[in-house]
Each structure stands twice: as C-alpha cells, then as structure tokens.
C-alpha cells in the first residue's frame, strides 16, 4: 500500500529553522519526482518545492528559494525538506507528495499525497 509519512515538524521562532522528512516504508521513492505543499488554516495549499526522481532538478516557490532546501536521501529511502529563517507565515500543514512524473518539477503536480505534519512559526 501506498503510504506518504511525514515527520519533523514541530515549533520554532521566527528565524530558526525546521526539518521535515518523507518516507515510504514499502517501496523505494526514487521513482517519481515528489515536492512538498503547506495549507494554511483556512487558506489552500500552496506548491514549497520539488525535486525530481534522481535528486538532479529542483524547484521551489519564489517565497522560499535561497532559504529552503529538498533533497533526496537514497540512503534512508526519504525526501527531506530543510527550512532555515522561518517567518510566522510559513506556519501550516507540510504535506509530501508524489508525481506521476519522474522528470517534472517545473509546473509540478501532485498525484500522491501525505497527512501532512504541523510546522509552527511563532514571532
């Protein structure tokens, strides 16, 4: 079964930083490209960053380039996501996703998606 996990979110200050991680306990994710989304409380869900299948091509909303990293961890089978100088907008849900692409991070889509994991920005 297909199953998208997140983990390490948490709470920060305005400033610090956060690590997010994705696995799948029951297959390698090194077959599609994946990216992550934040929802805001009440608001939609709004693209943070992709990366394809081989680690080589990446993506991230203008907001957050030059801060926030998304890697690939073949070793540890996960997508992990590093945020660094966060601000109290960025608080929200960090949803993993997979593609159906294994090449597309430009105009990413999302066709696989996790819970979600809680990152909160206090100021």
């Given at each position: 079964q297909v199953q998208?996990?997140?983990?390490?979110?948490g709470l920060v200050q305005a400033g610090g930083s956060l690590r997010l991680s994705c696995a799948d306990s029951g297959r390698t994710l090194t077959s599609y490209a994946?990216?992550?989304f934040r929802?805001?409380?009440g608001k939609g869900r709004e693209?943070?960053?992709a990366i394809n299948w081989?680690?080589?091509s990446t993506n991230y909303a203008n907001s957050v380039?030059?801060?926030f990293t998304i890697s690939r961890d073949d070793r540890k089978n996960t997508i992990d996501l590093q945020m660094s100088s966060l601000r109290p907008e960025e608080t929200g849900l960090y949803?993993?996703?997979e593609s159906q692409s294994r090449t597309m991070v430009v105009s990413y889509v999302a066709d696989l998606w996790g819970q979600g994991?809680?990152?909160t920005v206090s100021s």
């Open positions: 998208l996990v997140e983990s390490g979110g994946m990216g992550w929802q805001h409380p693209f943070v960053a081989s680690g080589g380039r030059g801060r949803c993993c996703t994991n809680q990152g």
